[in-house]
């Protein structure tokens, strides 16, 4: 099986999988999807930037 392919059906089955949990959590998804998702995203990419400009910021004082 090539790469893609493990790749689509990871895909395909995190998504009928998260899907059954929406089905059955309402509420508890409509936090992880509106409220969980944007908190994780805003905070690899502060984690990123903190990777990246604290070592600049070191090098150059």
Sequence with gaps: MSITKSIQKFEQEFDSKAEQFLWKHPFLG????????????????????????FPI?????
């Design 57 to 61: 910021a070191w090098l150059f004082g």
């Design 30 to 53: 409509f936090l992880a999807i509106f409220v969980g998702m944007p908190v994780f995203v805003l905070a690899c990419v502060c984690i990123s930037t903190g990777i990246i400009t």
